[in-house]
């Protein structure tokens, strides 16, 4: 492989990287990605969803607001 078909092969891939995968896409139709994303964050640096208390109530308001909740309502077979 020449030296500029692997700078090619590695410049796909970096682009490809960047490109929203499905649950990206799914979490951004929320319009609640920055809330789903520092609520992430806070358990991940506090391995404690009950230390992320703020986080999910802001989360949720953000949730509720969007209409998301209808969204996932169930429904009865």
Do not use: Q
Not at 33 to 40: F, I, P, Q, R, V
Not at 45 to 57: F, L, N, P, S
Not at 60 to 69: A, G, P, Q, S, V
């Amino acid at each position: 492989m020449s030296n500029e078909a692997g700078r090619t092969a590695t410049t796909a891939a970096a682009v490809d990287d960047d490109e929203p995968d499905e649950w990206d896409k799914r979490i951004y139709s929320t319009g609640c990605a920055d809330e789903n994303m520092k609520l992430t964050d806070c358990y991940y640096e506090k391995k404690d969803w009950r230390a992320c208390k703020k986080e999910m109530d802001i989360f949720r308001e953000c949730w509720k607001k969007h209409d998301n909740d209808k969204r996932t309502a169930m429904k009865d077979a």
